[in-house]
């Protein structure tokens, strides 16, 4: 099998690097495609990679094409792949927003798999939400989830509006940790400790948050009553967080990310 990725960024180069150790691709080097002079000299510095500046180079020799360019570049993008692209391949967009409709019409092709990727996979713990055209075979759809299991986990999900869905859950999720962790480590600061205690202190407890909620079958709501006693300094802190309507806030902030992703689905142009 041949892979393609086009775009060697941040997602480009995170699936990258992880596909590329994949058994499917049976010691093929993985082709990655890009137009940055700079990005291009950092990718022909990883042995694992076939690096191309020119699509009518590596394009045709593909079986599955992970996109992997910012929505605003993907009209300008499919203009120059429209030509050299065949129904046989399967097209794997990693980009927010743009619909299976979209890309299949642009490109005059039929199978096509949608994903929402997250930051996490950088270190191997992403989760990749995807679905899939009609036309997509349960072969090539276990070979795409495969490869995207590469970079962490996968969850296949039955239409387009859990992917929008998920952005607001899991793409963007991770901006939400950092959001609650920058301001739990600035409180740290505030009180006087060092900027590594600080780190310390809360990435610990993130960590170690997480671990206890992972390693067992208790619910959220039932680990903050086992560590939170009446009139203790937790009660004092989850009735801060209650009476400021903190919950509601963050379903907010997540309902306004989803919402976006709509938006952007009807006009990503």
Not at 58 to 68: K, Y
Not at 98 to 124: C, W
Not at 149 to 158: L, P, Q
């Given at each position: 099998m041949?892979?393609?990725?086009?775009?060697?960024?941040n997602?480009?180069?995170?699936?990258s690097e992880?596909?590329?150790?994949?058994?499917?691709?049976n010691?093929?080097k993985?082709?990655?495609?890009?137009?940055?002079t700079?990005?291009?000299?950092s990718?022909?510095?990883?042995?694992?990679?076939?690096?191309?500046?020119?699509l009518?180079?590596?394009?045709?020799?593909?079986d599955?094409?992970?996109?992997?360019v910012k929505?605003y570049?993907c009209?300008?993008?499919?203009?120059k792949?429209?030509?050299i692209?065949?129904?046989q391949?399967?097209f794997?967009s990693?980009?927010?927003g743009?619909?299976?409709?979209?890309?299949?019409?642009h490109?005059g092709?039929?199978k096509?798999v949608?994903?929402m990727?997250?930051l996490?996979?950088?270190?191997g713990?992403?989760v990749?939400?995807?679905?899939?055209?009609?036309?997509?075979?349960?072969?090539e759809?276990l070979?795409?989830?495969n490869?995207?299991d590469t970079?962490g986990a996968?969850?296949?999900?039955e239409?387009?509006?859990?992917i929008?869905?998920?952005?607001?859950?899991?793409g963007?999720?991770?901006?939400?940790?950092?959001?609650?962790?920058?301001?739990?480590?600035?409180?740290a600061?505030?009180m006087?400790?060092?900027?590594?205690d600080?780190?310390?202190?809360?990435s610990?407890t993130?960590?170690?948050a997480?671990t206890?909620?992972?390693?067992?079958n208790?619910?959220?709501?039932?680990?903050?009553?086992?560590?939170?006693?009446?009139?203790?300094?937790?009660?004092a802190?989850?009735?801060?967080m209650?009476?400021?309507?903190?919950?509601?806030?963050?379903k907010?902030?997540?309902?306004?990310?989803?919402?976006?992703a709509?938006?952007?689905?009807?006009?990503?142009?």
């Amino acid at each position: 099998m041949k892979l393609l990725v086009i775009g060697g960024g941040n997602m480009g180069l995170t699936y990258s690097e992880g596909m590329s150790k994949s058994p499917l691709l049976n010691r093929k080097k993985l082709m990655i495609q890009d137009l940055s002079t700079d990005i291009l000299s950092s990718l022909r510095e990883n042995p694992e990679f076939e690096v191309y500046d020119n699509l009518d180079d590596c394009l045709p020799q593909a079986d599955i094409v992970f996109i992997a360019v910012k929505p605003y570049h993907c009209v300008e993008l499919f203009d120059k792949m429209k030509d050299i692209v065949n129904d046989q391949q399967v097209f794997v967009s990693l980009m927010a927003g743009v619909t299976i409709d979209f890309i299949k019409d642009h490109l005059g092709i039929s199978k096509v798999v949608r994903t929402m990727p997250n930051l996490p996979a950088k270190v191997g713990k992403g989760v990749t939400s995807f679905t899939e055209s009609h036309d997509v075979s349960r072969v090539e759809l276990l070979m795409v989830r495969n490869l995207l299991d590469t970079t962490g986990a996968s969850i296949h999900v039955e239409t387009e509006k859990f992917i929008d869905k998920s952005t607001g859950i899991s793409g963007s999720g991770p901006a939400y940790v950092f959001y609650f962790m920058n301001s739990m480590l600035e409180a740290a600061k505030k009180m006087g400790f060092s900027d590594n205690d600080s780190k310390v202190l809360v990435s610990s407890t993130f960590e170690g948050a997480i671990t206890l909620f992972n390693e067992s079958n208790i619910s959220p709501q039932k680990w903050m009553d086992r560590v939170a006693s009446k009139g203790g300094t937790t009660q004092a802190a989850l009735d801060s967080m209650e009476d400021n309507n903190v919950k509601e806030l963050i379903k907010d902030a997540a309902y306004a990310a989803f919402e976006r992703a709509v938006e952007l689905g009807k006009d990503p142009e």
